[in-house]
């Protein structure tokens, strides 16, 4: 394989690592906001004399959701390859 085609190669592998990470952690950031608004409700409502806790059960389940630990192992690994086959390519 020569200089040029591995070179395109790692410049895909990081564009495609950096894309997923980027989603992955953006995904995550927006449940971390959704959660912390309930949480943030639900001491609104207790500081008030006559308020009611708003139940906000199965909120964790939100943050699993957004996680999808396979899709950062993976854009992790894409940008890891990008990487070792750019160096690669000027030896």
Known sequence: MD???LRGIAAVCSVAGSVLLAWRVTGILKALGEVATMHDRNFKELAKPTGDVVLAGGTSKWIEN???LWLLILGFGLS???GVLQFISIL
């Open 80 to 82: 890891i390859l990008g």
């Open 66 to 68: 957004a996680q999808k």
């Open 3 to 5: 200089d040029t085609t």
